[in-house]
């Protein structure tokens, strides 16, 4: 090439399975496990993200001219907007109402996986803003191809959030709730740093957990057998159907995941009455963060979901040294238990001007309402003043 870096054929996949696990981890990383070869192919394999529930992949893979691979992204075309947590709905409507086909579109993303992490993966070692601006403009080229309404990065890192900004994609701002560790020996030391109203309030609803007599433990890895995911899914579909959502995840992906190289890397609350399953909470184990995902539940028992998704989960990360506690999206009542508002990160590339133009002033309202909101949370947080 005229700027004397090496020349690359960038390739789509339709499968996860074209690519090689160490060549699609060596520029994945091992320290966020949801853009692992693995959890990408029991997405597939189980038929969760697949064709047939509107998430069809379009993976990009870059090579050199020997082969190897530099650079990758996980990529769908989707044919709806389910599952991404990062809502464009109102947008489709716009587009749809003007005599626009907003659906299909891509999706650069982990699927029904709202947790930031690289997305542009590129080989350590490579040239990282070079590669990261072809898979950009990849995601471009292939849109235009397909004739698809636009491309969407969501969840993706703050280096490259700003990249795809220097690209021409559209930025957009939002928060989930995280709690970090800066080196406590115990859940009574993240107790002092709170105020007393929340101190005693987080201690209130431990103990009345505690009394009920509820059994709760923490299986990890090869502790979490096939009886516990056939409970667990069931509570997860009960879950969902009490609040009219959609099951976006079988149960054959939980079986594809505890048979993949990422076994080690589960992390299950379970919860039981006298043998009686009440409730779990599925975390995912990373380098140095574990990762709520997904609460199930039967019957309710007062603070249960707190103590299985949110106290259990700070006493593992306390336990094995962790540096933050990832819970996601939604609910401010997190604030009060420890988790703070933190920036997540979307980037959007829109065909049509007469949708992108309206849209990128739309956002930048939406990203001073959020910074504004994210600060106003920090301050009323339950830590000590002063």
């Not at 599952?83 to 982990?110: N, T």
């Not at 306390?318 to 009542?333: C, K, S, T």
Request: hydrophobic fraction near 40%.
């Amino acid at each position: 090439m005229p700027d004397g870096s090496k020349p690359l054929t960038v390739t789509v996949l339709s499968a996860i399975s074209e690519v090689g696990a160490a060549e699609w981890d060596e520029c994945a990383g091992t320290a966020n496990p949801f853009i692992r070869h693995a959890f990408l192919l029991a997405m597939e394999r189980s038929g969760s993200a697949s064709p047939q529930t509107g998430w069809t992949p379009r993976h990009l893979a870059a090579r050199d001219g020997e082969g190897r691979l530099l650079a990758a992204a996980p990529l769908y075309l989707k044919s709806h907007s389910f599952g991404e947590y990062v809502f464009d709905w109102s947008w489709a409507q716009a587009y749809e109402r003007a005599g626009g086909q907003y659906y299909p579109k891509l999706q650069c993303a982990v699927p029904f996986t709202p947790v930031t992490g690289p997305r542009l993966l590129v080989r350590p070692g490579e040239d990282g803003p070079r590669l990261r601006r072809v898979l950009a403009a990849s995601m471009v080229d292939l849109a235009r191809r397909l004739g698809v309404s636009s491309v969407h990065v969501t969840f993706p890192g703050g280096d490259e959030y700003e990249g795809l900004g220097e690209a021409g994609y559209l930025q957009r701002l939002g928060s989930q709730y995280h709690w970090t560790n800066p080196g406590y020996q115990s859940f009574d030391d993240f107790l002092g740093q709170l105020s007393s109203r929340k101190r005693k309030q987080i201690r209130k609803e431990r103990d009345a957990v505690a009394r009920t007599g509820i059994r709760l433990s923490t299986l990890v890895g090869g502790d979490v057998k096939a009886r516990h995911w056939d409970v667990f899914h069931a509570f997860y579909q009960a879950v969902v159907d009490r609040k009219w959502g959609r099951a976006y995840v079988s149960r054959a992906f939980f079986e594809e995941l505890s048979a993949s190289a990422l076994a080690d890397s589960v992390v299950l609350v379970w919860a039981e009455d006298g043998g009686e399953p009440l409730g779990a909470a599925f975390n995912m184990l990373g380098g140095d963060t574990l990762y709520g995902r997904t609460w199930g539940g039967g019957r309710h028992v007062d603070f249960l979901h707190f103590e299985a998704c949110y106290y259990r989960a700070l006493d593992f990360a306390i336990a094995q040294g962790l540096a933050r506690v990832e819970a996601g999206a939604q609910g401010e009542h997190k604030v009060s238990r420890g988790y703070l508002p933190n920036a997540t990160y979307s980037a959007h590339w829109i065909a049509d001007s007469r949708l992108a133009e309206p849209v990128a002033r739309y956002l930048v309202h939406e990203r001073a309402m959020v910074t504004e909101d994210m600060a106003s949370q920090t301050e009323e947080g339950p830590f000590r003043k002063g």
